[in-house]
Nanobody, 120 residues
């Protein structure tokens, strides 16, 4: 099982980006999916998560600006980021709790990360 994130880049303050993360491999079921970020010198933090039933939760720092969504048919999670600020600059990682085929438990999987830089 692999997670592949994409969509990062350089954007000006106030701009928008959409991140995507596709899960592939021997997947039987995907439970929660989420996005984390890690800025230089800081710990990785959870910023948005979405459950199987599409309920969501957000870190206070991104609430009202970021929107997480998922397409279960495509095993994909998205993060739409609006009104970006310089303090949003970080490496963004996707995470998913996945049950592989022929197994009976869920495990956490991580994407490799995509850089988001907000700067003028």
């Amino acid at each position: 099982v692999q997670l592949q994130a994409s969509g990062g880049g350089l954007v000006q303050p106030g701009g928008s980006l959409r991140l995507s993360c596709v899960a592939s491999g021997s997947i039987f079921n995907i439970n929660a999916m989420g996005w984390y970020r890690q800025a230089p010198g800081k710990q990785r933090e959870l910023i948005a998560a979405i459950a199987t039933g599409a309920s969501t939760n957000y870190a206070d720092s991104v609430k009202g600006r970021f929107t997480i969504s998922r397409d279960n048919a495509k095993n994909t999670v998205y993060l739409l980021m609006n009104s970006l600020k310089p303090e949003d600059t970080a490496v963004y990682y996707c995470n998913a709790r996945i049950m592989e085929k022929l197994l009976s438990n869920f495990r956490d999987y991580w994407g490799k990360g995509t850089q988001v830089t907000v700067s003028s």
